[in-house]
């Protein structure tokens, strides 16, 4: 059976496959753009980088894709720039923007006047009918199994079904989806297509170091643990020094504040520990991971993730038909 086609205001992808946009350096212009070519939607995180690097991040990711694939951007609506970054987001013309971590009545008529569609990230059905009434595009539902921070406790394929029906708009299924079969579920749960963050991050596109990839590569199931941060959510991340320093109930010592979120609970910095991780010491930062990390075990090239996915997909779906 073929992948279903995903439509959302003028998109219109190969495959309905969006790439999560994850902050800090791991999802910018190099990942985008790899996923944009492969028939994918790819998106640049806004987070955690300066307004200059935003706006050369997404001139360079939408001269390398043309007019063959689409490219938004992530901003999350915790944060102090979130109006800053939307602007900057709308004056280079991106296809989309895509935001979590709250809502802002805001976003939308400053979408809709420009004419991009706006993407709101929830996690329950109650929200997910919120944004389609103040103007949302469509609705990503992410479930526990994501990676980072976390608006939910609930498995993502129990939380579907309750957003598909509260709304007319395209729903993406997010978190834990890792291969074809699990797209598949999704499609005949309701969704119209997937986002994807944990997997593309083991890819040789992706913008983080190294040492982050190969984090993800060895990381087993017993690796995982859920954090607070100081954004007030848990947050999924691979086991290291860090998370077992933050574990206890002590204040860290913070070289730097960065100012850089509406609400913090000041007891060490979020943003700086997942620049520490950006920089390369996997050890001394935070890396955020999705539930199932463990099943990665080698880096690829993101068109070869995609074929893969895609054949998983069609495997999967004719032997439902049989």
Known sequence: MKLPQLKIGHMMPKLPIIQGGMGVGISLSGLATAVAKAGGIGIISGTGITVEELRSHIK????AVKDVGYIGVNVLFAMNDFAEKMKIAIEEKVDFIISGAGISRDMYSWGKEAGIPVISIVST?????LSERLGASAIVVEGFEAGGHLGTDRPMFDILPEVVEAVSIPVIAAGGIMTGE???????????????????????????PLSFKQKYVEATSDDLV???TTVGLQGRAIKNKFTDLISGPDKLRIAKCHDCLKNCSYRFCTLDSLMVSLKGDVENGLVFAGARVHEIKEILPVQQIIDR????????TNNHAL
């Open 60 to 63: 360079t990711a939408k001269d």
């Open 125 to 129: 059905a109650k929200l997910a009918k």
């Open 182 to 208: 699990d797209i598949a579920k999704a499609i005949k749960m309701g969704a119209s297509g997937v986002q994807m963050g944990t997997r593309f991050v083991a890819s040789e596109e992706c913008d983080a």
């Open 226 to 228: 859920l954090v607070k």
């Open 309 to 316: 996915i895609v054949s998983e997909y069609h495997l999967s």
